[in-house]
Structures are given as structure tokens and as C-alpha cells.
């Protein structure tokens, strides 16, 4: 599927010049994504990118935030090969499907139609990219984009939330962190209230901008538990201190695998640490009981 995509996408339509590269790749890995998805399911396909992610020594986290992390696009290079990283082929299809979220996938693909036709048989560079989805539509991409491209590492978004009970309004406060000298990202944040049946309650997605970002929702009773990050909706990581009967809660119920996963690495994380502290410490019963 990858290589067959490339006969449109690398080929009848080739990038302008060697920065290109990262368009070629980001957009046929996300054409084939869709391809495993639909012969093994979007669940499989979605939980295998996202380990790939998190990886602790390998992962494309790790190499995004260590010494040899760099943009999408660099600024030069000594080897055409220094463009072709874990960077090339994860992070920069992780924006591609930011992208698609943002705008919606109908929207998405008559977007690609629109940049396939018009540059058919000729050259292509990323603002061209960029521009046939933006007039599909009709949502400013460029800005998002740049510091996407052009930035290394990624947004650590902290979330914190409170529950009015008398206006049963809940609110979310994300505060993210980027590079020293940098710029906030922009990305979709998608997120649900569900309750201890693990019924959604409401589920949201925002288009999140800015260090500091507050999302309300109104006329909607307590959660028993927070699904966020829902999909991994966007590439960062996500601080959020859920308790454990939240987290044992939403390993058992979330109706979203991504959530589920996560929730679990969170308890494992939690009971590492505790064996570490105290060698002599057992696994919790309720964190035993989860492999049955």
C-alpha cells in the first residue's frame, strides 16, 4: 500500500525540492495507515502507532526530545539521508492526521484531490500542500503548520479540571510547555466525561492554541472518570493526576483502547515505582486483578 501510494504521491506528484521529502513520506505512511486500518481495524492499527510512540529507549518520543531531535523540515543537510528519520515517518504523519482531525476526513481527502490535480505531472512544495487544504477548507492551517514543521520536540500539556456542582458546568484548564524561545503548538484535543458505567457522557474536540487554554462544558452531571488525549488526538504528552480507582475505572470501562492503554501505563508506572521505593512492597491486589 505505502509504495503503490507513492506511484501518486512521490511520483506524479514529486516534491520541488529535497524538504519536500517529509510531504512524500508523511502522507502515503497516512494513506497506508488508513489501508491497515481497515483490513485489521482502526483500534489495532491506532494502539501499534501509539506504542511505537511511547517506546521508553526507542520510541520516537525519545528521539524527539534528546540531542538528536529536529524539525519536520530543517534548515539544511549534509546527506539527503539526514532527512529521512522516525521524524519523517512518525511524527510527520502524526501532524498529517492532526490535520485530517482538524478539518474533517471528507474535507481531508477532497483536499488531496484538489492538490493532486492541480499538480499533477509537475512539482509540489509544502505552501502548495498547505493552501489546497486551507481553500478545501477554509481554515487557516498555515500558522499551525509552521510551528509543527519547523520545531523540534513536542507540547507536555498539563490538565486540570474542576466541576461546578450548583451550574454543573465542568471546565478544563490545559497549560502546555514548548522549546525555550519557541511557540505554543496548535492542535485537535479531543476528551470525554464518562460515568462509572463507562457511557460517555459528552465527548468533545477542540482546536486548542495558545500556552494557556480553558475549555467549558455546560449542563453536564459529575464524571466518574476523565478519556483524554481520546485517539492520542495529538502528538505530546499529557499530564493529568487521575486517581487510582479513576485510572482502575477506566482500564475496565473506557469504551476508547487508546484511553484504556494509557490508563494502564499509568498504573504500571505507579507500581514500578512503588517496588522501587520499598523492594519489599507486593503489587497491589486490585492492579493484580486486572490480568484477570
Same mark, same amino acid.
Given at each position: 500500500a505505502?509504495?503503490?501510494?507513492?506511484?501518486q504521491?512521490?511520483?506524479? +506528484?514529486?516534491?520541488r525540492?529535497p524538504?519536500e521529502?517529509w510531504?512524500?513520506?508523511a502522507?502515503?505512511?497516512? +494513506?497506508?495507515?488508513q489501508h491497515?486500518a481497515?483490513?485489521?481495524?482502526?483500534?489495532?492499527n491506532?494502539?501499534?502507532?501509539?506504542l511505537?510512540?511511547l517506546?521508553p529507549?526507542?520510541g520516537?518520543f525519545?528521539l524527539?526530545?534528546?540531542a538528536?531531535?529536529?524539525?519536520?523540515?530543517p534548515?539544511?543537510?549534509n546527506d539527503?539521508n539526514?532527512?529521512?528519520t522516525?521524524?519523517t515517518?512518525?511524527?510527520?504523519?502524526?501532524?498529517v492526521?492532526? +490535520?485530517?482531525s482538524l478539518?474533517?476526513?471528507?474535507t481531508?481527502?477532497?483536499g488531496?484531490?484538489r492538490?493532486?490535480k492541480?499538480?499533477?505531472?509537475s512539482n509540489a512544495a509544502?505552501q502548495?500542500?498547505m493552501e489546497?487544504?486551507?481553500?478545501?477548507?477554509?481554515?487557516?492551517l498555515?500558522?499551525?503548520s509552521?510551528?509543527w514543521?519547523?520545531q523540534?520536540?513536542?507540547?507536555?500539556v498539563e490538565?486540570?479540571a474542576e466541576?461546578?456542582?450548583?451550574a454543573r458546568?465542568?471546565?478544563?484548564?490545559?497549560k502546555?510547555?514548548?522549546p525555550e524561545?519557541?511557540k505554543?503548538?496548535e492542535f485537535?484535543?479531543?476528551?470525554?466525561?464518562?460515568d462509572?458505567?463507562?457511557?460517555?457522557? +459528552?465527548?468533545?474536540m477542540e482546536?486548542v492554541?495558545?500556552?494557556?487554554?480553558?475549555i467549558?462544558i455546560?449542563?453536564?452531571?459529575?464524571p466518574?472518570?476523565l478519556s483524554?488525549?481520546?485517539?492520542?488526538s495529538?502528538y505530546?504528552k499529557?499530564?493529568?493526576?487521575?486517581?487510582?480507582?479513576?485510572?482502575m475505572?477506566q482500564v475496565r470501562?473506557?469504551?476508547?483502547i487508546?484511553?484504556?492503554?494509557?490508563a494502564f501505563?499509568?498504573l504500571?508506572?505507579r507500581e514500578?515505582?512503588k517496588?522501587?521505593?520499598?523492594?519489599e512492597s507486593k503489587?497491589?491486589?486490585?492492579?493484580?486483578?486486572?490480568?484477570y
Amino acid at each position: 500500500a505505502h509504495e503503490y501510494h507513492h506511484n501518486q504521491n512521490g511520483s506524479e +506528484v514529486t516534491g520541488r525540492s529535497p524538504f519536500e521529502i517529509w510531504l512524500n513520506e508523511a502522507v502515503t505512511v497516512h +494513506v497506508e495507515e488508513q489501508h491497515h486500518a481497515f483490513f485489521f481495524g482502526e483500534d489495532y492499527n491506532r494502539l501499534d502507532r501509539v506504542l511505537e510512540l511511547l517506546a521508553p529507549a526507542s520510541g520516537t518520543f525519545a528521539l524527539d526530545s534528546g540531542a538528536a531531535s529536529m524539525p519536520i523540515i530543517p534548515e539544511g543537510f549534509n546527506d539527503p539521508n539526514d532527512l529521512i528519520t522516525a521524524v519523517t515517518y512518525v511524527k510527520a504523519p502524526e501532524y498529517v492526521r492532526m +490535520v485530517e482531525s482538524l478539518i474533517g476526513k471528507d474535507t481531508f481527502v477532497r483536499g488531496l484531490d484538489r492538490y493532486f490535480k492541480r499538480f499533477k505531472h509537475s512539482n509540489a512544495a509544502t505552501q502548495d500542500w498547505m493552501e489546497a487544504m486551507e481553500e478545501e477548507s477554509g481554515q487557516p492551517l498555515k500558522e499551525m503548520s509552521e510551528t509543527w514543521l519547523r520545531q523540534t520536540k513536542f507540547p507536555v500539556v498539563e490538565v486540570s479540571a474542576e466541576y461546578d456542582q450548583d451550574a454543573r458546568k465542568f471546565t478544563f484548564f490545559l497549560k502546555q510547555k514548548f522549546p525555550e524561545g519557541g511557540k505554543p503548538w496548535e492542535f485537535p484535543f479531543r476528551a470525554a466525561l464518562v460515568d462509572e458505567n463507562g457511557s460517555d457522557l +459528552v465527548e468533545i474536540m477542540e482546536r486548542v492554541s495558545g500556552e494557556t487554554s480553558e475549555i467549558v462544558i455546560e449542563n453536564v452531571d459529575i464524571p466518574a472518570f476523565l478519556s483524554l488525549n481520546r485517539g492520542y488526538s495529538f502528538y505530546g504528552k499529557l499530564v493529568y493526576k487521575a486517581s487510582h480507582d479513576e485510572l482502575m475505572m477506566q482500564v475496565r470501562k473506557d469504551r476508547d483502547i487508546i484511553g484504556r492503554f494509557t490508563a494502564f501505563y499509568n498504573l504500571v508506572d505507579r507500581e514500578k515505582l512503588k517496588l522501587l521505593k520499598n523492594p519489599e512492597s507486593k503489587p497491589s491486589e486490585s492492579f493484580i486483578e486486572l490480568y484477570y
